[in-house]
Nanobody, 114 residues
Framework: QVQLVESGGGSVQPGGSLKLACAAS????????MAWYRRPPGKQREWITT???????NYVDSVQGRFTISRDNAKNTMYLQMNGLKVEDTAVYYC????????WGKGTAVTVSS
């Protein structure tokens, strides 16, 4: 019954930056691994980054070095700082537990175009 609400998406030019936020209605302090996912237009949803309860992170190669995941367990909030955005980053972005998956939120749309 955890509810997830993503925010912070928008339209930017290539090379721009956005910071996404994920607000959880319940506590995420006890969730070992949280994650961000994205679904590009016409493609399947894909995992892009995870963060453990104690702050360990990993990233899919396509965003490594450009995106930074973080979490504030006390505020039940997770973030995704996205820098150096590329056209191929255009997608709807979702947050969730890595496992088990909670009910998906609506996501927040990111469009990168000239």
């Amino acid at each position: 019954q955890v509810q997830l609400v993503e925010s912070g998406g928008g339209s930017v030019q290539p090379g721009g930056s956005l910071k996404l936020a994920c607000a959880a209605s319940g506590s995420i302090a006890g969730v070992n691994v949280m994650a961000w996912y994205r679904r590009p237009p016409g493609k399947q949803r894909e995992w892009i980054t995870t963060i453990t309860r104690d702050g360990r992170t990993n990233y899919v190669d396509s965003v490594q070095g450009r995106f930074t995941i973080s979490r504030d367990n006390a505020k039940n909030t997770m973030y995704l700082q996205m820098n150096g955005l590329k056209v191929e980053d255009t997608a709807v972005y979702y947050c969730n537990s890595y496992y088990p998956i909670y009910d998906w939120g609506k996501g927040t749309a990111v469009t990168v175009s000239s």
